[in-house]
Nanobody
Framework: QVQLVESGGGLVQAGGSLRLSCAAS????????MGWFRQAPGKEREFVAG????????AYEDTVKGRFTISRDNGKNTVYLQMNSLEPEDTAVYYC??????????????????WGQGTQVTVSS
């Protein structure tokens, strides 16, 4: 089993920044990836960013490229999502997820076997 705990959400004005953290514990894995997803009210959960544990290769959804940065600290088993230039459209519950699929960053929820509880991000205009 893998446990994921997110933190760092909150309320911020448009143009502001937040940093989300996701601490992983339990079964360890080095060949898979971690992903951040978000789900706004009435919408499906969507991929935001992902990172591979072994080589830190990253992938981003188009609307967050240049604004969000995903990173990881292998020693702490923690993944971060730095979010800058936030927009009201970024308002959602943000989830981190763990994938054991090697050498890829899945962009669909089915690619991830473990999920955190979610953290709310609200961007006011």
């Amino acid at each position: 089993q893998v446990q994921l705990v997110e933190s760092g959400g909150g309320l911020v004005q448009a143009g502001g920044s937040l940093r989300l953290s996701c601490a992983a514990s339990g079964r360890t894995f080095s060949g898979g990836a971690m992903g951040w997803f978000r789900q706004a009210p009435g919408k499906e959960r969507e991929f935001v960013a992902g990172i591979r544990w072994n080589d830190a290769y990253t992938a981003y959804e188009d609307t967050v490229k240049g604004r969000f940065t995903i990173s990881r600290d292998n020693g702490k088993n923690t993944v971060y999502l730095q979010m800058n230039s936030l927009e009201p459209e970024d308002t959602a519950v943000y989830y981190c997820a763990a994938s054991h699929i090697v050498n890829t960053i899945p962009r669909m929820t089915l690619g991830y076997g473990y999920w955190g509880q979610g953290t709310q991000v609200t961007v006011s205009s």
